[in-house]
Nanobody, 127 residues
Framework: QVQLVESGGGLVQAGGSLRLSCAASGRTFSSYGMGWFRQAPGKEREFVAAISRSGGNTQYADSVKGRFSISRDNAKNTVYLQMDSLKPEDTAVYYC????????????????????WGQGTQVTVSS
């Protein structure tokens, strides 16, 4: 049974930083690409960042390029999202996701390429 557990969310002032973590279990972590998505109140879930199973390829939404960084530690079965220069518009629930078996290597930004989702962690950026 796959479990994805996010942590690290919280309240931060604009310009500040947070690091989100997502601990995975239930599958061979190093065999699957991972992604981060977010959903703000009243909006649809949107892609934030993705990383291939080896960590060699990363992708970012235009809105977070240069401010966020995704990484993974396959020895710890964990994916991270380092968020710097946070803005109020980054306020959302952040979800990590693990690729489905059909897109295991490098799922990119399409939600339908992910088969498992965490419960989410709230990030609130005050102005």
């Amino acid at each position: 049974q796959v479990q994805l557990v996010e942590s690290g969310g919280g309240l931060v002032q604009a310009g500040g930083s947070l690091r989100l973590s997502c601990a995975a279990s239930g599958r061979t972590f190093s065999s699957y690409g991972m992604g981060w998505f977010r959903q703000a109140p009243g909006k649809e879930r949107e892609f934030v960042a993705a990383i291939s199973r080896s960590g060699g390829n990363t992708q970012y939404a235009d809105s977070v390029k240069g401010r966020f960084s995704i990484s993974r530690d396959n020895a710890k079965n964990t994916v991270y999202l380092q968020m710097d220069s946070l803005k109020p518009e980054d306020t959302a629930v952040y979800y990590c996701a693990q690729a489905s078996i059909f897109y295991s290597d490098d799922p990119g930004g399409a939600p339908n390429k992910y088969g498992y989702w965490g419960q989410g962690t709230q990030v609130t950026v005050s102005s």
